[in-house]
């Protein structure tokens, strides 16, 4: 799980808290992310951490969450999925966002339905734009009737995937965003995306917390 950001975006609601800890519908972010790997018995949980970690260590100890501090400088998603792999071995690794929330089936759940390692490289969870709750931008994937997925607007990338970790080791900066994994895999057309069916809300502002609970609040009626 990746909750090493500063959450900028969120601004005061960081000044004494890490963005994980900030709660949605009366639970920490962070926890409706780990109820997705807990569910399909994800084994071992590691969440890399940096930006006030010793809160974040204090709430994930009686989790049976395993931690990776980031220091002295924040690494990325690429980075710090690199720094983790002592815990979580060379095979493909479920990574989860820990800044979203979503209503409907479990996305690693349909992940792993659907993951075909001789083909796939990587399997990205990805929402259409109009289930995206509290999202702005344009998106970041067009989805091939093959499930092969390409950079565009239009599917937005729900921040969970199961992805092969080899070719982590060729790339030379330390610290570095998945995006570069990413590009080598499509490259050699072995970048996939699953449509996820139910809704998700992007949590990284302030906003997205009250539409994230007015979502949650829509789907148990």
């Known amino acids: 799980m990746f909750a090493a950001g500063f959450g900028t975006r969120m601004k005061k609601l960081t000044q004494d808290r890490p963005k994980p800890l900030i709660e949605v519908a009366g639970r920490p972010l962070i926890d409706h992310a780990l109820d997705l790997a807990q569910q399909e018995s994800c084994d071992p949980i590691v969440a890399n951490l940096h930006y006030k970690a010793d809160m974040l260590s204090a709430h994930l100890s009686a989790k049976d969450v395993r931690t990776v501090i980031e220091a002295p400088h924040i690494l990325e998603t690429g980075g710090g999925l690199r720094n983790a792999l002592s815990i979580l071995g060379n095979h ?45 931008r344009s998106g970041d994937f067009l989805l091939s009737e093959t499930g092969k ?5 239009g599917l937005v990338y729900g921040g969970v995937q199961i992805i092969k970790t080899e070719e982590l080791s060729d790339i030379t900066e330390t610290a570095f965003s998945l995006n570069l994994l990413w590009d080598r ?29 007015k979502m949650l609040e829509n789907d148990h009626v």
């Open 92 to 136: 493909p690794v479920v990574t989860l966002n820990t800044d979203a929330v979503w209503a409907g089936p479990n996305p690693v759940a349909l992940l792993r339905n659907f993951w075909n390692p001789d083909k796939m490289d990587a399997l990205l969870i990805c929402i259409p734009r109009e289930n995206a709750i509290g999202y702005q």
């Open 149 to 153: 997925i390409k950079r565009g607007p």
């Open 185 to 213: 895999m499509l490259r050699s057309d072995r970048l996939y995306g699953l449509c996820y069916p139910g809704k998700w809300c992007d949590v990284g502002h302030p906003e997205g917390i009250k539409m994230a609970e």
